[in-house]
C-alpha cells in the first residue's frame, strides 16, 4: 500500500532588511535546498515510485519446448490422430505422414493477461503444410467445451491478442500443436512455443 504523502518541508519566510541571506548556518540556502531535495527523494521513494510500479506491470515470457500427448480423434471413438514425433527439444512430423497432432497443458501465472502467442521450427518455403499453435480453456468442472483463447499460424511470427486474462480459479489451460496438409516426405519441426503476458 502507497503512504499518503504528508510534507515535511516547511518555509520559514526572510524578511527584508532583518534576514542575511547567507549560504551556511540553520537559515542558509544549503540548509533549506537540502531540506527540499530530502523532501523530494521521500515523495519518490514513497508515493511516487510505488505507484509507477503498480501501473506499469512488467512483460515477461513462457517458452516451451513442445512435449505432447497424442490428441484423439473426436471421430474415430477417441483413437488417436496422427502424432508427433517427439525429440529432446522439438517435435518434427514423422516422415511417411501428412499432418500430425498434439496437446499439452500449460501453467500460467493467476491473473496475469497473454499478450501474444509465438511458435518457432522449421517448415520448407514451398510447402503447402499449415502448422498452428492454439491456446485454450476450460472450466475446472469440465462444464461446457473448451474455448479458443489465441491461434498462432505463422512459424516465427507472434500472433496478438488484447488480453487474453488468466482464470486459474475457474479454468485450464492447455496447448494443440498441429500440422495438415504437409507432403509426405517434407521436414516439418516445431520448436518452441512462446506465450508473452504481463
Known amino acids: 500500500m502507497v503512504e499518503l504523502y504528508e510534507p515535511k518541508f516547511q518555509h520559514k519566510d ?19 535546498f537540502h531540506r527540499l531535495e530530502d523532501e523530494f527523494s521521500g515523495l519518490a521513494r514513497n508515493q ?15 517458452t516451451l519446448v513442445p512435449v505432447l500427448a497424442p490428441s484423439p480423434n ?18 518434427e512430423k514423422p516422415s511417411g505422414q501428412t499432418e500430425a ?26 510447402s503447402p503444410a499449415v502448422v498452428s499453435a492454439v491456446l485454450k480453456s476450460r472450466e475446472i468442472n469440465n462444464s461446457g467445451g473448451s474455448v479458443t483463447l489465441l491461434t498462432a499460424s505463422k512459424l516465427g511470427e507472434a500472433a ?6 488468466i482464470t486459474n480459479d475457474r479454468q485450464r489451460y492447455f496447448l494443440l500443436l498441429d500440422v495438415m496438409r504437409a507432403d509426405v516426405n517434407e521436414s516439418v519441426a516445431v520448436y518452441c512455443v512462446q506465450l508473452t503476458y504481463e
Open 14 to 32: 526572510w524578511i527584508d532588511n532583518q534576514d542575511r541571506v547567507q549560504a551556511g548556518g540553520d537559515n542558509g540556502l544549503n540548509d533549506r
Open 160 to 165: 496478438p491478442s488484447q488480453g487474453v486474462e
Open 101 to 126: 497432432h498434439g496437446f499439452m497443458s500449460i501453467v500460467l501465472p493467476d491473473g496475469v493477461k497473454v499478450t501474444s502467442l509465438l511458435m518457432t521450427g522449421r517448415i520448407p518455403n514451398s
Open 74 to 91: 473426436p471421430n474415430a471413438g477417441g483413437a488417436p490422430l496422427p502424432a508427433w514425433s517427439q525429440a529432446v527439444d522439438m517435435v
Open 48 to 62: 511516487i515510485n510505488p505507484i509507477i510500479r503498480n501501473l506499469t506491470k512488467p512483460v515477461m515470457h513462457l
